[in-house]
């Protein structure tokens, strides 16, 4: 059985830092693609940023390009989302996804098969 959870959300500072993980498990590691998506009351769940099996292609929403970064420790078979220079438009419920990919990266939604539950995110001015 698949099993993601995210951790790392709090309520910060416009300008703070926080680094969320996403921790899977029922997939071996490397062999899925990884995806972050947030979503704040009453809008759409948004992509924020994907990466592929095996770490090596990353991309990212327009909004966080530049202040986001997504990694994969794969020893740990866990997810990672830094986020820098945090915005209060960044506040939001922040969700792990995964699918079984190797190569490529994935950035709609819709093409994930596996969710965790999500981990609030607050950013005040």
């Known amino acids: 059985q698949v099993h993601l959870m995210e951790s790392g959300g709090g309520s910060v500072q416009a300008g703070a830092s926080l680094r969320l993980s996403c921790a899977v498990s029922g997939l071996a590691s490397s062999s899925y693609a990884m995806g972050w998506f947030r979503q704040a009351p009453g809008k759409e769940r948004e992509f924020v940023a994907a990466?592929?099996?095996?770490?090596?292609?990353?991309t990212y929403a327009d909004s966080v390009k530049g202040r986001f970064t997504i990694s994969r420790e794969s020893a740990k078979n866990v997810g990672n989302l830094q986020m820098n220079s945090l915005k209060p438009e960044d506040t939001a419920v922040y969700l792990c996804?995964?699918?079984?990919?190797?190569?490529?990266?994935?950035?709609?939604?819709?093409?994930?098969?596996?969710w965790g539950q999500g981990t609030q995110v607050t950013v005040s001015s």
């Open positions: 990466i592929n099996g095996v770490g090596t292609k990353t």
């Open positions: 996804a995964a699918r079984r990919a190797i190569g490529g990266v994935i950035t709609e939604a819709r093409n994930y098969d596996f």
